[in-house]
């Protein structure tokens, strides 16, 4: 693939993550990243990682997600593979 193909790839996905991230998560809470490797073998990261904190109310937890699709140019064969770590924390006004 052409790098200029490669970047408007990026791009296109960007503005899809950008709109999920938007829609599914808290304002101010999350980030999503894109990352292109590769051009016969193509390869491609995306992370979304979301950081909600609400100490007033004693919990706080964090979502971060990484998803790597991999495609060999000139086929129809596409391999997804997916990473999801949820942490949380409640706790009481004694435990801080």
Do not use: P
Not at 61 to 71: K, L
């Amino acid at each position: 693939m052409q790098n200029e193909n490669v970047q408007a790839l990026k791009n296109e996905i960007v503005e899809h993550l950008n709109a999920y991230i938007q829609e599914d998560f808290k304002a101010g809470t999350s980030l999503g990243t894109v990352y292109i490797d590769g051009d016969e073998d193509l390869t491609i990261r995306i992370n979304v990682s979301c950081h909600n904190l609400n100490f007033k109310n004693f919990w706080g937890g964090e979502w971060q997600s990484t998803w790597d699709i991999s495609h060999r140019f000139g086929t129809d064969t596409f391999t997804c593979v997916g990473r999801i770590k949820v942490n949380n924390h409640y706790f009481e006004l004694g435990n801080i």
